[in-house]
């Protein structure tokens, strides 16, 4: 008998189309690559703008870290029509690559839900994350950033940087702007808030506690902070709604359909930041799920682009 889930007019089948829309386009060659570290995945791509986003001459920058529930089979490669839309919408793009759960690793238990990889994320599948790899690469893209911008992207004017991240990508983008804020024993933090002009943050897995109640990306909160017994422990460190007000401009774009990160989610972390005494904005969008966000033939995708341009001017 057929799957009544992923009957026509269901949320699966509406999901599955827009996921298979997002994931149609061709991968975008950037202009030019250069790595921050020694491993392979220790990379940012770049491409520079193809027409002019606003006043002045040069580009503001936007840094961009994917989704995929932070699990090795998803790289870089499924945002670059993301990321060549954006360029060709006038921004100057830092796509980030970081290290990801390899089959095998860490502590599988579930997989599926957003950012869903093939093969799931069971026992022997890909889990979530490389605790700390992951965290470690993503401070040190940022903090390697506005030395590489000048050489790869000769345009573009660093003051004027807003970080973007999809799914587990906006996590990323969440947790980067609150470094400053991060606990005083962490390798990660900072002296002082992130020079942004702000975070754009798109279906992010925003509160661990939330998408944990959820199970979200098939536990993938879980599986990044190391398991049961690791999970409150590491928290503090990891959690976006436990490291506020980050006293940066700060919006989070959300599907209202969105089956894989539940609006809950978001929501959940905006509650957070207002009880900090800080105000977050969410766009929130009709008849949108997770993956038209990051899908250039979406008007959503659009609607992103507005949203990082009245942070970027």
Not at 46 to 70: E, I, K, M, T
Not at 215 to 233: I, K, M, N, P
Not at 250 to 266: E, F, H, I, S
Not at 296 to 304: E, L, N
């Amino acid at each position: 008998m057929p799957d009544a889930a992923a009957e026509p007019g269901t949320a699966a089948a509406r999901n599955a189309a827009e996921e298979k829309s997002a994931f149609a386009h061709p991968a975008v060659d950037p202009d030019g690559t250069a790595a921050y570290g020694d491993h392979p995945d220790q990379v940012i791509d770049f491409y520079a703008p193809r027409a002019a986003a606003g006043p002045g001459d040069a580009a503001p920058v936007v840094v961009l870290l994917h989704g995929g529930s932070w699990r090795a089979p998803y790289d870089r490669r499924h945002v670059s029509p993301f990321a060549g839309f954006l360029a060709g919408r006038g921004f100057a793009v830092a796509s980030v690559e970081y290290r990801r759960g390899r089959a095998g690793e860490g502590t599988g238990a579930g997989g599926g839900g957003a950012d869903a990889v093939p093969d799931g994320g069971g026992e022997g599948g890909p889990v979530a994350g490389r605790w700390p790899e992951t965290l470690d690469d993503v401070a040190a893209a940022l903090d390697a950033l506005p030395g590489l911008v000048r050489p790869h992207l000769p345009g573009a004017d660093p003051r004027r940087t807003v970080l973007t991240g999809h799914s587990a990508g906006g996590h990323l983008a969440l947790w980067a702007a609150a470094r400053h804020l991060l606990p005083a024993d962490a390798p990660w933090r900072t002296d002082r808030p992130a020079p942004l002009r702000g975070v754009v943050a798109l279906a992010p897995i925003a509160d661990f506690e939330v998408a944990d109640k959820l199970d979200v990306c098939g536990g993938a909160a879980r599986q990044f902070l190391g398991g049961d017994g690791l999970f409150t422990e590491r928290r503090p460190y990891a959690d976006p709604a436990l490291l506020l007000p980050t006293g940066i401009a700060t919006t989070l774009v959300q599907g209202r359909a969105d089956v894989d990160v539940p609006q809950a989610v978001a929501e959940a972390y905006a509650d957070a930041a207002a009880k900090a005494g800080e105000v977050v904005g969410v766009t929130l969008l009709e008849d949108v799920g997770h993956f038209p966000l990051i899908d250039p033939a979406a008007d959503a995708c659009a609607v992103v682009a507005e949203e990082i341009a009245q942070l970027a001017w």
